[in-house]
């Protein structure tokens, strides 16, 4: 259906009202913390200019500013991964991690440090010698080897139900092999691996951004070029072919897509929960529609700046207390899930009665 001309306006306002969010919590990452960075401070900063006292300086440039692109990153990554699943797999409660990505990322952690005799403090600054590039590395190659058996097996399957169990399937397998794992792992390893599976922002640094943030760029594009392939696929996989879509080529690459975007994500900042199921929705409410062409670029602003918000809210004002971030990510996304799933079921039975 061809939108109208106040769609458009709904949809343009809709888009940038989400951008500038972002602008601002990008800006409020920067002055917000243990330390208040004066707002004037943290704009010369960021515009290359000396700031009045050098302590803003390094704090803005080697902590609230990786920080800040990271949660920008990470934000619109899993979200545009949690549009492509949903549409793909024509299902509300897919997400990036439905194919087990975020499984074999631990499952990778896991093998570390059971396998590398760990380390005492905290997971997120080093692993047995291997510094954070190993963490990195581990987590990488855990989501990469999961993404390689998904995609054998999709070989063999046409149905995208069918696919989806199957991912559900390995990700349940992959997370008894971790937990299986973690018995033999002395009570500091394990501790270690649950601090990493709580998810963080806040551990990356300018090297792991000069290696995220082209993966992640090489994955937004490349989903923002198929918009209209998951358009096609809206209407399911019969209807696409009669389009002339290749079903097969697009399904992969869409799998392949997601799982960069996801697996960049965990390899640097953990299992981030929620974004990638919630945002996607919250989207589609704002917009009023389901056209991959505006939904996309609409979701790697409200991603971003879900993020944000998120990363700001670990750290209670007055205090040097961090929380989780999935435990912020969890109160944030299961109220949307419910209310949606909720929303779903009335227009289904209005639809039926």
């Keep these: 259906m061809t939108p109208t001309a106040a769609d458009r306006r709904r949809h343009l306002a809709v888009l940038t009202g989400f951008a500038v969010a972002t602008a601002v919590l990008f800006l409020l990452t920067i002055v917000l913390g243990p330390s208040r960075v004066p707002p004037a401070e943290a704009v010369r900063v960021l515009t290359g200019r000396a700031a009045a006292d050098p302590r803003w300086s390094a704090i803005v440039t080697e902590v609230r500013l990786p920080r800040a692109v990271t949660a920008t990153a990470v934000g619109a990554a899993l979200s545009v991964a949690g549009v492509q699943m949903q549409t793909l797999f024509r299902n509300p409660l897919a ?77 349940s397998a992959v997370t008894a092999a971790v937990s299986v794992m973690l018995v033999y792992a002395r009570p500091e390893q394990a501790q270690q691996f649950v601090l990493w599976g709580l998810g963080s922002l806040d551990a990356t640094t300018w090297p792991d951004l000069r290696v995220m943030l082209p993966v992640t760029g090489i994955g937004l594009a490349t989903a923002l070029l198929t918009t209209k392939q998951l358009n096609a696929l809206l209407l399911g996989e019969s209807y696409a072919r009669t389009m002339g879509l290749n079903v097969r080529r697009s399904r992969d690459l869409a799998l392949l897509t997601t799982s960069l975007l996801a697996g960049a994500s965990t390899a640097f900042c953990g299992p981030v929960a929620f974004l990638g199921l919630a945002v996607p929705h919250l989207a589609r409410v704002a917009l009023r529609t389901s056209d991959q062409r505006i939904l996309l670029p609409t979701a790697v602003f409200a991603g971003a700046a879900v993020a944000l918000a998120c990363g700001l809210a670990t750290q209670p004002p007055s205090t040097d207390a961090m929380l989780p971030l999935n435990a912020v990510t969890s109160l944030l996304g299961a109220p949307v899930v419910v209310t949606m799933l909720i929303r779903r079921g009335r227009s289904t039975q209005e639809a039926v009665s």
């Design 95 to 171: 997400d990036p991690f439905s194919l087990g990505v975020s499984s074999g990322a631990g499952l990778g952690v896991a093998a570390a440090v059971a396998g590398t005799g760990g380390a005492a403090g905290a997971f997120t600054g080093g692993l047995a010698g291997l510094g954070r590039a190993g963490v990195v590395a581990a987590a990488a190659l855990g989501a990469g080897a999961v993404l390689s058996l998904v995609l054998l097996l999709s070989r063999r399957v046409r149905s995208v139900a069918t696919l989806l169990v199957i991912g559900v399937m390995i990700g």
